[in-house]
């Protein structure tokens, strides 16, 4: 079983589909009650775990704006499991012969998971880089996560604290994919510039 952060804002886009369902019904626009939600093309996902990252469901009333969002919140959830060039390549929709009901049908193209091949530290004298590939999540082999990239670099800057280099400053300078025999691979550049240390003078 793969573990990776999925990210989902299920209260956030019900709460927007509600708006955008009362603004419709008060101008009196007719609005298609959604009948079925098909996915093709996915491998990585269940057609379940797909409809956990949409608020547009079945037996709800369709809204394009809505609809355009979970599109998108699918793209971010396979990038967030490595898939990079993962694509939406097809959607189309089947109405009923009054247009009060529609089926959606959503095609997607997952292309090839990317793991992280290496990761390269520059600028580092304090600590030795394979102490710092050590204490971070971005390590070969994993996916690549902007929250737990985030959340390393939070604890890299809290180690250079503690050592007393307040003002050390360290950013992702490149995200580059490489191929490694057959496989695509990411390539993580971490700048670390560690600035002087702050001593405190005895009075």
């Known amino acids: 079983m ?13 709460l927007l589909f509600l708006n955008i369902q009362a603004n419709n019904l008060a101008q009196g626009i007719s609005v298609p009650r959604i009948t079925k939600i098909e996915f093709e093309g996915n491998r990585f996902y269940s057609a ?16 394009n704006i809505q609809f355009d969002l979970d599109l998108k919140n699918i793209i971010k959830n396979y990038q967030d499991a ?21 089926s959606l049908f959503i095609g997607i193209e997952e292309g090839k998971q990317v793991l992280i ?14 102490y710092l590939n050590r204490v971070i999540e971005a390590t070969p082999g994993k996916v690549l996560n902007a929250l737990n990239l985030k959340r390393d670099l939070i604890g890299l ?6 050592r007393g280099y307040t003002f050390a ?7 580059a994919e490489y191929k490694d025999g057959e496989l695509n691979k990411l390539r993580v550049k971490i700048k670390i ?9 005895n009075i």
């Open 157 to 162: 800057l809290e180690l250079y604290e503690n």
């Open 169 to 175: 400053s360290i950013t992702v300078v490149d995200i």
């Open 2 to 14: 793969n573990t990776f952060c999925r990210r989902q804002f299920p209260v956030l886009f019900a």
């Open 82 to 102: 490595g898939y990079m060039e993962c694509i939406i390549d097809t959607v189309s929709t089947e109405y009923n012969f009054d247009s009060s009901s529609v």
């Open 48 to 63: 379940g775990e797909l409809q956990a990252f949409i608020a547009s469901k079945e037996g709800s009333l369709l809204s």
């Open 117 to 130: 091949g290496e990761v390269i530290f520059e600028g580092n004298r304090i600590f030795k880089t394979p």
């Open 193 to 201: 510039d560690e600035n002087e240390k702050i001593r405190i003078d």
